[in-house]
């Protein structure tokens, strides 16, 4: 989530606003580690979750056989200049159509993400904002297909990669 956040941002907001947010995120952590562990002491609670001992600073992380797993950091995305965005262009334009062909992977219009740009009027769902050129999307199953969903265009719907993600974990529980 916060690689895939980060990345979708890249182009609008600067290296502060991800200094700030790994912060705050620190805080939370911090919030969920001391209550998680109220009698052991803040040193114990840090070496516990974060890679202290192991000369890497306040990284969270778990250790375990499998090696080491680090939280991704907000403020390691690149932040992407250089990238224009057409403002003035939004999916409502009678020529969504260009946009389809613009933001699929693939060389020629994919009818469904067309017929799903054009239902959604160009707004993922999940964060409603406006899908953006250079976006990945990825068809979902709104009933999940484990649970009963049908393959069918009224079952489906164009999400954000990242949104996807965020979507499917919250299916399987
Ligand atoms: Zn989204």
């Known amino acids: ?6 990345n979708y941002f890249s182009t609008v907001v600067s290296s502060d606003a991800y200094q700030w947010l790994d912060h705050w995120l620190y805080l939370q952590l911090k919030d969920w ?3 998680r562990h109220p009698r052991k002491s803040q040193r114990w609670i840090a070496n516990k979750y974060w890679l202290i001992d192991r000369g890497e600073g306040w990284t969270f992380a778990t250790v375990s056989q499998d090696g080491v797993q680090r939280l991704a950091v ?4 690149v932040i992407k200049r250089h990238i224009k965005v057409q403002s003035t262009r939004s999916p409502f334009d009678a020529d969504w159509l260009y946009w389809s062909i613009r933001m699929g992977r693939h060389p020629q219009v994919n009818q469904r993400v067309a017929s799903l740009l054009k239902r959604q009027k160009g707004i993922c769902p999940l964060c409603r904002l406006f899908f953006k050129d250079g976006d990945l999307l990825e068809i979902d199953h709104i009933i999940p297909r484990l649970k009963g969903g049908k393959d069918e265009l009224n079952n489906l719907q164009l999400l954000h ?9 919250n299916d399987g529980r």
Request: net charge positive; proline share 0%; aromatic share 4%.
């Open 74 to 77: 907000h403020n390691h995305t």
């Open 1 to 6: 989530m916060i690689i895939g956040w980060s």
């Open 33 to 35: 580690a001391t209550h």
């Open 161 to 169: 990669r990242h949104c996807h993600d965020v979507k499917s974990v």
